[in-house]
């Protein structure tokens, strides 16, 4: 498996920058291609809210600011998108742009690339309410690959693969596997709460091992930290430049409403976050 299409959703408001540049450093790794999605809102498609009650003149007036908003918009995505291939001149890129609704062309567009890059709402509350991340997440069938705030100086050097027997675990550690080739340490972290889930932690390993990589496991007592922390704590204590993990291992109804690792790992991760559903 490899990376040789790689999708940066950009929305021309959150700072796209960092997810950008890891999308083109991939690139440049895998001798992929970078597909930046742009999604147009069609003023038009917003009458039957506007229309009700207005006047004329003003429903008008209303679609033409709608109209230079998704201008200015496009224009911002374009120029981040422009920067970061100048940057990468080597990597091919392409910029485009559909429009409709953004969670939309995130999901349909995202089942045909390896990968989906994706930044982070700058708002914590963003994160549970944001359609477009969670279409990325729960909608494409591919892996994840969120942005952290600020660049990282190597990616797949050292990693941390959250372990829980899960499908969506499982999948997350396949996704992983092209990053993993030129790792110096990948730690398996398991956290016991309990009830052991199978597969376990050291078939993971034996999974890995198969694939020509050594790593080692680490399992963790639960205690009164939260998953998604005790996580971020370990690949902080770790030294990891990559988390992997998989995402809504329990009803996303639940984890939006009580919180859960996905939503904690997603605001908190200071490095990049690889995840899978």
Sequence with gaps: ??????????NGIDDASVALALAFGLGQRFEGQVVA???A???????PYLGEGMSGGVVEEMLAALDREAGQRAEAA?????AAQQAAAEVAGRFVVFTGREEDVVAERG?????????????ESAIGESPTLHAAIME?????????PRPPKT????VVVAWNGSPQAARALGAALPLMQEAAAITLVSIDEGEPREPGPQDA??????????????????????????????????GADLLVMGAYTHSRIRELILGGATQEALWGAEVPLLMAH
Excluded: N, W
Aim: proline share 6%; aromatic share 4%; charged share 20%.
């Design 205 to 238: 390993a034996e999974y890995l091992a198969a694939h020509g990589h050594q790593s080692k496991v680490h399992i963790i007592e639960a205690g009164q930290l939260e998953v998604g922390e005790a996580l971020l704590l370990e690949a902080r204590a770790h």
């Design 41 to 47: 809102v069609d003023p038009g498609t917003s009458l």
């Design 155 to 158: 990616l797949g050097a050292s």
């Design 111 to 123: 089942r045909l690339a390896d990968l989906v890059v994706t930044c982070r709402p700058a708002e």
């Design 1 to 10: 498996m490899s990376y040789r299409s790689i999708m940066v959703p950009v």
């Design 78 to 82: 374009h120029a981040a998108f422009d």
């Design 37 to 39: 999605v742009h999604t």
């Design 140 to 148: 494409t069938g591919r892996p994840m690959l969120v942005a952290p």
